[in-house]
């Protein structure tokens, strides 16, 4: 008998409170989390546990002036992985898909959130 595994999502953001948030919905929805406030982190402990993830949740806004795209970029330069894009920024992108990620605006509505996420095949 085959053994399935959860999902596994990381989530990247910089506000404690929200990465809290997201990844214990994540978890209450039968998936593995990786929590990190910024992509270097994300990327070391996806290498410690050596897996890659199903899925990239990340901010748009994170520390020191970098973006969630340019951290949704380099996980997928390491990995190929689906990607959601969630900001409450003026300046991120507005589109429903762009880059190859789907972007959620913030507030994030739980059922939107979830939607996308059976959408990436991450949950049921």
Not at 2 to 14: A, N
Not at 66 to 72: H, N, P, Q, V, Y
Request: some cysteine; charged content about 25%; aromatic content about 4%.
């Amino acid at each position: 008998m085959k053994v399935v595994r959860p999902k596994l999502v990381v989530v990247i953001d910089d506000d404690p409170l929200v990465l809290e948030a997201t990844s214990g919905l994540l978890r209450a929805w039968s998936c593995e989390v990786v929590e990190a406030e910024c992509y270097a982190a994300a990327l070391d402990q996806l290498l410690a546990i050596g897996r890659r993830p199903d899925l990239i949740v990340c901010d748009y806004r994170l520390p020191e002036g970098a973006t969630g795209i340019e951290a949704i970029e380099g996980l997928r330069s390491a990995f190929e992985i689906p990607a959601l894009l969630i900001s409450g920024d003026p300046v991120a992108p507005k589109s429903e898909r762009q880059g190859g990620y789907h972007v959620l605006n913030k507030p994030v509505d739980p059922t939107a959130f979830r939607a996308a996420l059976v959408d990436a095949a991450v949950i049921r």
